[in-house]
Antibody, heavy 117, light 113 residues
Framework: EVQLVESGGGLVQPGGSLRLSCAASGFTFSSYWMHWVRQAPGKGLVWVSRINSDGSSTSYADSVKGRFTISRDNAKNTLYLQMNSLRAEDTAVYYC??????????WGRGTLVTVSS | NFMLTQPHSVSESPGKTVTISCTGSSGSIASNYVQWYQQRPGSAPTTVIYEDNQRPSGVPDRFSGSIDSSSNSASLTISGLKTEDEADYYCQSYDSSNQGNWVFGGGTKLTVL
């Protein structure tokens, strides 16, 4: 089955760190660019970061630049998001999404990150 | 930075037709493809329109997308509304001036009553 499954979310204190994972299956992961998109409680979708197929190029939203790092392990079919210096405003459901020519057809179910003391 | 603006909410009756707009802040919205995603409460988004007006397999032809260059906007039209269409809808495109990063509209809550 073609799917993306996120994990690694949870409760973390402000200033803390967390690493999210997104396990891909059912397709050739190494052929696709991948993205992280987040959604704060009751709010809209916000693009966070993307990485190209071989991991050599990355890009970030201004709100997370310098704090978050996207990476991938094509041998393990897994996408990552290392989140450091977390703030309350980073509280959200984080979705990974497969890029199919500039848009997403495949989304994960999301993982909730809560930043609170 | 490039932004997309959507109405906060729209409502219409079952069987009617509704149109949701998505207006680009600068440049020409026609320069890059626009996508539309549907999100029901507690669920991940799903694609209902890609590349301005294409429907993924499984999406009914009641859903259609269009671009109006004169108003620099994209539109999602849903005809023959059903109660199951009640959801949040998001448009998405890219910021050509910023590495082609994705940009989402703020979302529109569609109420079918």
């Amino acid at each position: 089955e073609v799917q993306l499954v996120e994990s690694g979310g949870g409760l973390v204190q402000p200033g803390g760190s967390l690493r999210l994972s997104c396990a891909a299956s059912g397709f050739t992961f190494s052929s696709y660019w991948m993205h992280w998109v987040r959604q704060a409680p009751g709010k809209g979708l916000v693009w966070v970061s993307r990485i190209n197929s071989d991991g050599s190029s990355t890009s970030y939203a201004d709100s997370v630049k310098g704090r978050f790092t996207i990476s991938r392990d094509n041998a393990k079919n897994t996408l990552y998001l290392q989140m450091n210096s977390l703030r309350a405003e980073d509280t959200a459901v984080y979705y990974c999404a497969r890029d199919t020519g500039g848009f997403a057809v495949l989304w994960g179910r999301g993982t909730l990150v809560t930043v609170s003391s | 930075n490039f932004m997309l603006t959507q109405p906060h909410s729209v409502s219409e009756s079952p069987g009617k037709t509704v149109t949701i707009s998505c207006t680009g802040s600068s440049g020409s919205i026609a320069s890059n493809y626009v996508q539309w995603y549907q999100q029901r409460p507690g669920s991940a988004p799903t694609t209902v329109i890609y590349e301005d007006n294409q429907r993924p397999s499984g999406v009914p032809d009641r859903f259609s997308g269009s671009i109006d260059s004169s108003s620099n906007s994209a539109s999602l039209t849903i005809s023959g509304l059903k109660t199951e269409d009640e959801a949040d809808y998001y448009c998405q495109s890219y910021d050509s001036s910023n590495q082609g990063n994705w940009v989402f509209g703020g979302g529109t809550k569609l109420t079918v009553l």
